[in-house]
């Protein structure tokens, strides 16, 4: 892919992991005193489960970070999933039926949200993504130059095969 954008999932999207994460937190804190992870096991396993839940929503964003990629090129919109094991969704700009995006209440203050491309083969969900609304009209930009192209290239043979009907119509009319 020439020139493209490259784009993440914002860890401001995730604001709700944190917030979330906090909330347990501060409550574990305010019950682990009248705990006593001592003298029962369903104690020892309840704290130190929550603790490992805390972990995987405070470092859920970081995984989906690393994990997925979104291209958009001259051509093309990619998502690349996976840093082993990679999963390579594309969709080429003429094939792009619609481009659509979403913003939650946290999304408008804070401006990021999901960008949804739809085609009839692919749908990629540019989860999380700042500035939604740029995306969009990047896309929508890069679809129109395409089908600019498209038509160009179409119109051009039917008007040499107009021209060439009428020289052979001169041509024909001087014999």
Excluded at 26 to 54: A, D, K, R, W
């Amino acid at each position: 892919m020439e020139k493209s954008l490259k784009y993440r999932t914002s860890r401001i999207s995730f604001l709700g992991n944190y917030i979330l994460a906090t909330i347990i937190l501060i409550l574990l804190l305010l019950v682990f005193p009248s705990l006593q992870i001592y003298e029962n096991y369903i104690h020892y396993f309840l704290f130190f489960g929550t603790i490992i839940f805390v972990a995987a929503l405070i470092n859920e964003p970081e995984i989906k970070k690393y994990f997925t990629t979104y291209f958009v090129s001259n051509n093309e919109v990619a998502r690349i999933r996976g840093i082993i094991r990679k999963n390579k969704v594309s969709v080429p700009h003429a094939n792009i039926t619609s481009v659509n995006f979403s913003k939650g209440i946290l999304g408008r203050i804070f401006n990021f949200g999901d960008v949804i491309i739809n085609s009839s083969s692919a749908t990629i969900k540019m989860e999380g993504v700042r500035n939604p609304e740029e995306i969009v009209r990047i896309i929508e930009n890069k679809i129109s130059l395409v089908t600019r192209a498209e038509r160009k290239s179409v119109k051009t043979p039917t008007r040499e095969r107009k021209r060439k009907s009428k020289k052979e119509e001169e041509s024909d009319a001087k014999l």
